[in-house]
């Protein structure tokens, strides 16, 4: 059963493979037509558990992302301050607009506590969304156009998008100047 309760084939799982960097893999080697993994990317899923699935209306199969399949290689904007829009293009060509419907939040890895910003794209089956990593040089750009907040009381840098604020980390309580 697909979740979104019709009854489908399983096929199990499918030698495909979504690299960290966005590449698309099929038995070892990459999909090199665009359009191809442009839809491949319209009939992507994830479930409860976390597992992503390609789906159709007549089967499905479980297939494996190295973090989360897209990745956000463009952002333009408008405005600034709380009237500011953030809008990004993934690697599959989709524009998704920051806001409440598509926040922006960072991951900081365990070892180095380096921080990984993710922007949600759409609903997954369940408490898990579908998002793009945002890439280095689009998180550059993003990190240019932060400004000081309030976040739960803590002092933060932030972005603002659709009139909503999101931290993409702490404000320092003493900045050195070299």
């Known amino acids: 059963m697909s979740g979104l309760g019709r009854k489908v084939a399983e096929c199990g799982d499918l030698p495909f493979l979504i690299k960290r960097d966005g590449t698309w893999l099929y038995r070892g ?48 904007w408008t405005g600034n301050g709380r009237a500011q829009v953030l809008c990004f293009r993934t690697n599959v060509d989709q524009c998704i607009t920051a806001g409440a419907e598509h926040p922006i939040r960072i991951r900081h890895d365990l070892l180095s506590c380096e921080p990984t910003p993710y922007l949600h794209v759409r609903d997954g089956n369940g408490q898990f969304a579908i998002e793009a990593r945002i890439n280095r040089a689009t998180y550059y750009e993003l990190v240019a156009l932060a400004e000081p907040g309030m976040v739960r009381g803590r002092e933060v840098l932030g972005v603002w998008s659709g009139g909503v604020f999101f931290s993409l980390g702490d404000l320092p309580s003493s900045c050195w100047v070299l």
């Open 29 to 76: 080697s990459p999909i090199t037509r665009k359009p191809m993994v442009c839809l491949f990317s319209t009939v992507l899923q994830r479930e409860e558990d976390g597992t992503y699935w390609l789906e159709t209306p007549a089967e499905r199969g479980r297939i494996e992302v190295e973090d989360v399949p897209f990745v956000a290689v463009e952002m333009e």
